[in-house]
Nanobody, 125 residues
Framework: QVQLVESGGGLVQAGGSLRLSCAASGRTFSSYSMGWFRQTPGKEREFVAAISWSGSSTYYADSVQGRFSISRDNVKNTVYLQMNSLTPEDTAVYYC??????????????????WGKGTLVTVSS
């Protein structure tokens, strides 16, 4: 049974930084891409960042490019999202996500099979 457990959310002032973590279990972590999505009330869940199974390739939404960084540790079975220069528009519930297929990177919600429960990030102005 695949489980994704996020941590690291919280309240931060605009301009500040946070690092989210997602611990994965239940399958061979290093064979699957990982991603982060976010959602605010009344809006659809949106792609934030993704990383390939080896960590050699990363992908970002335009809105976070240059401010956020995704990384992974295939020994610790954990993926991270370093968020810098946060703005109130980054306030959302952040979800860790992964597809069911090996060796593919997914950047749409339709392609995701496993979701964490989410962690709330609140950026105050």
């Amino acid at each position: 049974q695949v489980q994704l457990v996020e941590s690291g959310g919280g309240l931060v002032q605009a301009g500040g930084s946070l690092r989210l973590s997602c611990a994965a279990s239940g399958r061979t972590f290093s064979s699957y891409s990982m991603g982060w999505f976010r959602q605010t009330p009344g809006k659809e869940r949106e792609f934030v960042a993704a990383i390939s199974w080896s960590g050699s390739s990363t992908y970002y939404a335009d809105s976070v490019q240059g401010r956020f960084s995704i990384s992974r540790d295939n020994v610790k079975n954990t993926v991270y999202l370093q968020m810098n220069s946060l703005t109130p528009e980054d306030t959302a519930v952040y979800y860790c996500a992964s597809p069911i297929r090996q060796y593919v990177v997914v950047r749409t919600t339709q392609g995701i099979n496993y979701w964490g429960k989410g962690t709330l990030v609140t950026v105050s102005s």
